[in-house]
Structure formats: C-alpha cells, structure tokens
C-alpha cells in the first residue's frame, strides 16, 4: 500500500529565507506521481508543484521547487524567499497506478508559520 | 474559471440527524472527488465520480455515506444519520482529464462537519 508521511508537524521560518518541508513516501509502484498542495487559512486547497517518478530533473514552479531523491524515497518541497503569504498547511500526496485507481494518498501535513 | 464550490462551509448537527453536503465542480469537469480529513489525520479519499458513474467508492466508510451526481454536474454527499466520528472537513476535488498518475485536481475549500 502506498503511504506518505510527513514527520515535520510544524515549521517557523523568517520572512525571506528559504524552508524545506519533508515528505517520504513509500510505494511498490514504478510508476507515480507527487504532489504538494497548500492549504490557507481560507480552507480551500491549492496545488503546488508536481513530480513524475520518471521525470529526470526536479520539478520547479516559481518560488517552489521539489528535492525527488528516488533512491531515498523522498520529495521535499522548498520554498525560497519566505513570504508572510505562505504561512499555511502544506501536504504531500501521492498517486500511483494503484490497480487503475485515481485517489490520491496524503501525508498529514506541515503547519508553516512565516515570521517577519 | 470558477473553481470547485462546496456548500455549506460549516454545519453543526447531532448525531443521528442527517446532512447534506454538495459540490459544484468547474464546468467541464468530468471527474469529481470526494475527500474526507478527519481532525489531526490525514486526508482519505471517499470516492471518485467520470460524469454521473461512481468509478472507484473504495474509500467510503460504510453504509451511512450516499453520494450522487446527477446529470453528471453538481455531486451531494449525504451522512444519514450521522455519528461523532463523520465530524471533519470534506474536501471536493475535480479534473478534466483521466491521466492517471500526472493527473492534478482542483480542490474546494471543504465543507466542516460538527456532530454533537
């Protein structure tokens, strides 16, 4: 079974220094894609960046970048420049081919606080 | 584009009572998700809708949970009747394309639930 898991409850970071947020996963799969969604106050959950297993170079979005270190089984997500927009819920998810099946599997997330 | 809708934010009800929760994908949308976050863990897929066909309800938790879609547009999640542990955030999530692995949803801002 897949699982992601997130050791790091919470994370403080200064405004304008970058934070890295763990994520390990663990899959049988050869085949599977990661993700990272943020998660204001607001509720509403935004994607972030993805990262295809077979993708040979990091996945990079703007400020976003994601550290895929197969061998070791993980994908953390860093984040340069802190802004004080970016204190939030941060979770990891994966998918695999999972016998065809489209659900996504989440850590239990990373509480960011961006300090002025 | 809108995004994902879910209505209501909140609702507080007692157990036994049932409630009803919707949500209104982006327009052409044919793929629908339902996700649950119970409070401090992670977030679990309920199930997955193509148009108006359930494709995977693997994650539902049991018998009391009935979700529909109509018309292949707007999706209802009914709790009938509720208990403390159906308390949580639902997260409503949609897609336009079946990718499998790379593909990325797009998620409402969630609809709390509080069984007293």
């Given at each position: 079974a897949q699982k992601i898991t997130q050791t790091q409850p919470g994370m403080f970071v200064q405004e304008k220094e970058a934070v890295t947020l763990d994520c390990t996963y663990d899959t049988s799969d050869q085949s599977y894609g990661l993700f990272w969604y943020k998660q204001p106050s607001s509720g509403e959950m935004i994607f972030l960046i993805y990262q295809g297993s077979y993708d040979e170079q990091n996945a990079t979005e703007g400020r976003y970048s994601l550290n895929f270190q197969k061998a070791r089984k993980s994908a953390n997500l860093v984040i340069s420049a802190?802004?004080?927009?970016?204190s939030a819920m941060y979770f990891c998810a994966m998918r695999g081919p999972q016998g065809g099946s489209e659900k996504l599997v989440f850590g239990k997330g990373t509480k960011l606080t961006v300090n002025p | 584009e809108a995004g994902v809708t879910q209505f209501p934010s909140h609702s507080v009800i007692e157990k036994g009572q049932t409630v009803t929760l919707r949500c209104d994908p982006?327009?052409?949308?044919d793929n629908l998700y339902w996700y649950r976050r119970v409070m401090g863990k992670e977030i679990k897929f309920l199930l997955h809708f193509v148009k108006e066909s359930?494709?995977?309800?693997?994650?539902?938790?049991?018998?009391?949970f009935l979700a529909e879609r109509t018309g292949g547009t707007y999706s209802t999640l009914k709790v009938?009747?509720?208990?403390?542990?159906?308390s949580g955030v639902y997260f409503c999530a949609s897609s336009r394309?079946?990718?499998?692995?790379?593909n990325v949803l797009t998620f409402g801002a969630g609809s709390r639930l509080t069984v007293l």
């Open positions: 802190s802004q004080l927009g970016d | 982006i327009s052409g949308h359930k494709q995977d309800e693997s994650g539902m938790p049991n018998n009391r009938q009747p509720a208990e403390l542990e159906d394309f079946v990718t499998r692995v790379a």
